[in-house]
């Protein structure tokens, strides 16, 4: 257990209290998006805010709560619109070139492959136009094409019909129909994750010389060392996201997997205590969280992410262009750790977690492999993962609309989460913009350990994970193998050769033991790649 508590994230560091003389003193930038990575293509012009100073926390977002932090928010009629952003899939690491892999979101079905004749990730639309067919089921060919194994149609790059087997050679060339064409979506890596952009309409198709994925330095940084992961998860975008904005939560929740930074007098077992969280501004474009030390910084629609020792340096640490990054804090010498997380809308009670938590210290997370990182990372998700889906239906049954009349958040330690609602409702329309596909009903709860999953959630989207899943099942057969052999030697030879009775009760220790061992490492692949669950009353 000690080893899954240094492998889950790093520990979080919170203040008791916050230092409002300093906060005075420190000094914040507004966000400022070139025309190139601008957050809106609804409005071309260059928004600009000026350099503002922290306020003093005592200020009330709602006369309900009087204790709540206030954000300040712009006067402005803006929306956000969910459909003008790039949107990540997967970590390059988890994708495998040689086959197509199927991906949501927004409720767009994709599918992500490698052409290997331009080099690059490709994002096409899911459906085969001959009879709809997922592609994601089909194969690359050996030109490098894209084929569905349903009729054998082949799509280059660009999404053009390059091969129709049913076309006779000598009639016309259907496969050069608009209608025999795959929607295209661009594409871009980025900080080693594939995103693209939500439409496929010819007008976007170099959108990236417009507009970049938000851009965090330290993820390319060598100097750091990021692990990164991703799981699919059962409750929706909006419920994934504030849960990662609530480090309240952590000690209870997490009782006895994480680490959490525990007061001298501690009021109760876990040791959770006043947490003082500011949110200085609040506009379109996201906010940035005040903590002591270090700042979280949210930038939507997916990106979260805490400076988990120091402010976020917006010149280095804040989502930007490539290329723009100044020298890193590590030249620099500083100390720095920080917790990414990218949360993804798949649908309505789904969403898609990518995560990596760079840091430039540390020698032990270089040489640990990757799934045995991960081991504490699914505890972590698990741990909580019953009651957020649960919840999510609670609010859900409240109305959207009124998350802040059904909800108590009457201590400064909600301060973010109040600070995400209250941008989702007065920019993004209080949720998700489905664009009409769902009719806004949640799924329905599925069998616990199904909820729970892991293999189908994780370890088949993961390489490290799905290597080590194969490895230890192969490591289980020989072990069972070789017990059974070794019982079936003592039977078989002849008591003149095992003459003693000590060497012939040793040989079936060993088997025993062998067998015992196989039986143990069974229990942990279960545990550990299929289903973990966790009885909070008996932690």
């Known amino acids: 257990m000690e080893t899954l508590r240094i492998f889950s994230v790093p520990s979080l560091h919170i203040p008791a209290k916050f230092d409002k003389t300093q906060s005075k003193k420190r000094t914040l930038l507004g966000f400022k998006q070139t025309p190139r990575s601008s957050f809106s293509l609804a409005q071309r012009h260059k928004p600009t805010f000026k350099t503002f100073t922290t306020m003093s926390s005592s200020i009330t977002t709602d006369t309900e709560n009087p204790s709540a932090p206030q954000v300040e928010t712009q006067t402005q009629d803006e929306k956000f619109d969910w459909y003008a952003h790039w949107y990540p899939l997967m970590p390059v690491c988890d994708l495998d070139k040689r086959v197509p892999h199927a991906k949501k979101v927004l409720g767009i079905d994709v599918v992500v492959w490698w052409d290997k004749n331009e080099s690059t990730w490709k994002v096409f639309g899911d459906a085969f136009p001959h009879r709809l067919a997922p592609l994601s089921e089909g194969r690359i060919d050996q030109w490098g094409r894209l084929q569905c194994v349903y009729h054998g149609w082949c799509f280059n790059g660009s999404g053009d019909c390059k091969f129709i087997p049913q076309a006779p050679k000598d009639g016309p060339p259907v496969h050069t129909s608009r209608k025999a064409c795959v929607g295209a979506y661009p594409s871009t890596v980025q900080n080693g994750i594939v995103w693209f952009w939500p439409s496929s309409d010819p007008h976007f198709k170099d959108i990236l010389a417009e507009k970049k994925p938000p851009y965090i330095p330290e993820l390319d940084d060598p100097s750091y060392t990021c692990l990164m992961g991703n799981r699919e998860i059962p409750y929706g975008y909006e419920v994934l996201i504030e849960n990662l904005m609530d480090p309240a939560h952590l000690p209870y929740a997490h009782y006895g997997i994480m680490q959490t930074p525990q007061p001298k007098e501690k009021a109760d077992r876990e040791g959770g205590r006043p947490l003082d969280f500011y949110i200085p501004k609040l506009d379109m474009y996201g906010f940035i969280a005040e903590q002591n030390p270090g700042q979280s910084k949210f930038v939507p629609p997916c990106v979260f992410y805490v400076s988990l020792f120091d402010p976020i340096d917006n010149s280095n640490g804040a989502p930007s262009s490539p290329g723009s990054e100044k020298v890193s804090s590590a030249q620099k010498g500083q100390k720095r750790a920080l917790l990414v997380f990218i949360c993804v809308p798949v649908s309505p009670g789904n969403s898609r977690l990518i995560s990596t938590f760079p840091v430039n210290y540390g020698v032990l997370i270089k040489i640990v492999p990757r799934w045995i990182y991960h081991i ?78 892991r293999y189908w959630s994780h370890v088949v989207n993961c390489s490290s994970c799905s290597a080590a899943h194969k490895a230890l099942g192969v490591l289980e057969v020989v072990l069972q193998a070789v017990s059974l052999s070794l019982l079936g030697i003592v039977a078989a030879i002849k008591q003149g050769v095992l003459a003693s009775a000590v060497a012939r009760t040793a040989l079936v220790a060993v088997a025993l033991l062998w067998f015992a061992a196989s039986k143990w490492l069974a229990h942990f692949i279960y545990k550990t790649f299929h289903f973990h669950d966790d009885n909070h009353a008996f932690v």
């Open 376 to 453: 504490g990372q699914n505890l972590v998700v698990d741990s909580d993962l019953f009651l957020l889906h649960l919840e999510e239906r609670r609010i859900m049954d409240a109305g959207l609309n009124r998350w802040q009349k059904a909800c108590f958040v009457p201590t400064r330690s909600d301060a973010v989460v109040i600070g995400f609602r209250k941008w989702l409702n007065k920019y993004a329309g209080g949720q998700v913009d489905w664009r009409g596909k769902y009719t806004g009903a949640l799924p329905p709860t599925p069998p616990r350990e199904q909820l729970l999953d």
